[in-house]
């Protein structure tokens, strides 16, 4: 098998792996970085978001191969303490419900406002529908999104953590 580097949260990473190995096994297994989540295995409920490049892409059905070079982030890496503002948004609109989606939901919730810093409901809708929360929680999610983009904007420097650019 050949050797895999990987640049995961600003740290490097060097393992033996299939290279059409799911990147999200990586992150699970040879990182040892939990917070990524297998859902259903094939892109379709978000649970694996993570960012590469600083876009979001779902894990569990991309290659670890192609993730090579690219700088990865998780939910590990988008804040030291768990205090960027959106998961700040989180906490303040009691979002989680049984929680196992939220990893994801703030991978993308995040890459919406980097690239959109005061979305309307629609463009959270349209960014979000990729994501899949079974607990139904879509509410919440649109209100903290919202939450975030105004703490972002009182906070600019907080907005972009230890990895999102």
Same mark, same amino acid.
């Given at each position: ?5 990987? =640049?995961?949260?600003? $740290? /490097? *990473? =060097?393992?033996?792996?299939? +290279?059409?190995?799911? #990147? !999200? ?7 040892? !970085?939990?917070? &990524? ?14 960012? #590469?490049?600083? $876009?979001?892409?779902? =894990?569990?059905?991309?290659? %670890? ?5 690219? $700088?990865? &982030?998780?939910? @590990? ?16 609109? /009691?979002? +989680? /419900?049984?929680? *196992? ?10 890459? !919406? !406002? ?15 529908? %990729? ?6 929680? *879509? ?15 009182? @906070? ?8 999102? $650019?």
């Amino acid at each position: 098998m050949p050797s895999i580097n990987l =640049s995961i949260n600003n $740290k /490097q *990473y =060097s393992f033996d792996a299939d +290279p059409q190995m799911p #990147l !999200l096994w990586a992150i699970r297994d040879f990182a040892g !970085l939990k917070g &990524t989540k297998f859902g259903c295995g094939i892109s379709q409920c978000g649970a694996c978001t993570v960012h #590469l490049d600083g $876009k979001p892409i779902r =894990s569990c059905s991309f290659p %670890v191969s192609a993730a090579a070079g690219h $700088k990865i &982030t998780t939910i @590990e890496g988008i804040s030291a303490n768990g205090d960027h503002p959106v998961q700040q948004a989180w906490i303040d609109m /009691q979002v +989680p /419900q049984c929680g *196992y989606c939220q990893s994801g939901q703030i991978m993308s919730a995040v890459a !919406l !406002l980097v690239n959109n810093p005061k979305p309307t409901d629609e463009a959270i809708n349209t960014a979000m529908q %990729v994501n899949i929360c079974r607990c139904g929680t *879509y509410q919440r999610i649109r209100k903290a999104i919202h939450r975030a983009a105004d703490i972002m904007a009182a @906070e600019p420097k907080k907005a972009f953590g230890a990895t999102i $650019k």
